[in-house]
């Protein structure tokens, strides 16, 4: 690329730049005369600003569509998150009271092998070491069954209050036992609580989520865009008819902008007085280039012409000696 053809290059790009600006500022003074209110008598201008208003309606709209859709998915998407992490906690909590109501379990069954504890409260528990080949805490069936028996002596205390009877390391452990089923409740009552607010929000999410928020976002930008439009054709209808609404009592903020769009303008026609004169140069550098070519032509031509017409005068001279000597030889026989 010559260098003609990147100062041709980089004067594009500036003016597109330019235009740009410009655009941006036509944008800006369109936004500027609304917020001032303009009222202008000429054809046209009721509808341009009618049109902005309508657009600038309709972006509100689409982005409180855009906002209520995604505040609905994110809270959506929280309860749920919730859900599990509840689900999730009663579950570790569940395992840690079945661990508790084991060890419980098997405490109250080694009092019982003593006779240590009260054999009404805890008749369960006696009639099974009555029971034959159960007396042995080592061949109480399976470990699983002995946990399960274990659990069910434990959940005996809880279930009937049974602490007072118990002293030292297990009266601690059905305290623990208790906290932690007061936590376990919390935690499914939560659970049941935000799964009651997902079924009743179902409706009003599912309506809002079938339409989608990368849909409600394009629709947003879309109408953003058309904003945009609108108050851009409203600057450009005010710089063009400026002389029919400029005065003493125009806004400052108006006229600041005007000013802006003047000095763009005029650094726009300087760019493209540029690219007139680079274009034209560069049209007569390609004209000189073909100039320079034809002369190049013309100049073997002539060297060629120079050599055919060098023969020539040989190619006549040569024959000239011999039509002499064919008179000669005829004059002779003559003779």
């Known amino acids: 690329m010559s260098a003609r053809e990147e100062l041709l290059k980089e004067n594009k790009a500036r003016i597109k730049e330019e235009e740009e600006r410009i655009s941006s500022l036509l944008l800006s003074l369109g936004s500027r005369g ?7 008598r000429l054809p046209g201008f009721m509808k341009l600003q009618q049109d902005c208003r309508n657009a600038s309606a309709e972006r509100i709209r689409a982005e409180e569509r855009l906002k209520a859709i995604r505040n609905a998915s994110q809270e959506h998407e929280e309860r749920r998150t919730l859900v599990e992490s509840r689900k999730k906690d009663s579950a570790e909590i569940a395992s840690s009271i079945d661990s508790l109501l084991t060890s419980l379990g098997a405490s109250i069954y080694e009092k019982c092998s003593f006779s240590l504890l009260d ?4 008749a369960p528990v006696y009639k099974d070491q009555e029971k034959p080949g159960k007396g042995s805490l080592g061949s109480v069936l399976s470990r699983l069954s002995r946990e399960h028996r274990f659990r069910r002596y434990g959940r005996l205390v809880i279930s009937n209050d049974l602490d007072a009877m118990l002293d030292g390391k297990a009266r601690e452990t059905a305290e623990e036992i208790r906290r932690l089923q007061g936590l376990k409740a919390e ?12 079924v009743a929000k179902k409706h009003s999410y599912e309506a ?12 947003a930008k879309g109408a953003a865009e058309r904003e945009e439009a609108a108050l851009r054709n409203y600057g450009a209808f005010l710089w063009d008819n400026g002389g029919s609404w400029i005065g003493e009592d125009t806004p400052s903020v108006l006229l600041d902008e005007i000013e802006r769009i003047l000095a763009e303008k005029d650094a726009l026609e300087c760019l493209i007085a540029e690219r007139k004169r680079l274009k034209s140069e560069a049209k007569a550098d390609d004209l000189m280039a073909l100039l320079e070519n034809e002369e190049k032509k013309l100049s073997i031509l002539q060297k060629e012409r120079e050599r055919i017409d060098s023969e020539i005068a040989d190619v006549e001279a040569e024959a000239g000696r011999l039509r002499m000597k064919l008179e000669e030889i005829r004059r002779e026989q003559g003779m």
């Open 187 to 198: 935690a499914d009552k939560e659970k049941h609580e935000l799964l009651s607010l997902i």
């Open 34 to 40: 609304m917020e001032c209110g303009l009222s202008v």
């Open 208 to 219: 809002l989520s079938t339409e989608g928020v990368e849909r409600a976002e394009k629709n």
């Open 119 to 122: 054999k009404d409260a805890f």
